[in-house]
């Protein structure tokens, strides 16, 4: 088997011209940016959403993802209303869709209550 020659191994890069220390220098600093991207994006905690009972039992804030869908929280009770589910606005015009709404920032739902008969 013949032996090829240094020349003919380069293939597409036969007619780059740049040495070894710069290359090294090139692929140290495009390392060093993917670590610094890895530790940004690990410390984004993301969107935090409140939830406003209005008068209800607590709910914990969740921690979510752009994009991402809520956890469905346990349902806050009160005495003397029934739970409506969770709205965009304080004044309950808004439903939030838990199955179907994404998360976009952080945000506050509010609790809508209907008196009980």
Request: aromatic residues 10%.
């Amino acid at each position: 088997m013949a032996e090829e020659s240094p020349r003919q191994l380069r293939g597409l890069y036969r007619n780059v011209k740049i040495s070894v220390k710069t290359l090294d220098t090139i692929i140290l600093a495009c390392i060093l940016v993917i670590v610094v991207l890895l530790a940004i994006d690990l410390q984004n905690p993301g969107f935090t959403i409140t939830f406003d009972s209005r008068g209800g039992t607590d709910v914990p804030p969740q921690n979510r993802m752009y994009g991402e869908l809520l956890t469905v929280p346990e349902p806050p009770t009160r005495e003397g209303y029934r739970f409506t589910g969770w709205y965009r606005d304080s004044a309950c015009y808004e439903a939030w869709i838990l199955e179907s709404d994404t998360i976009q920032q952080d945000m506050t739902l509010y609790a809508g209550w209907e008196k009980s008969p």
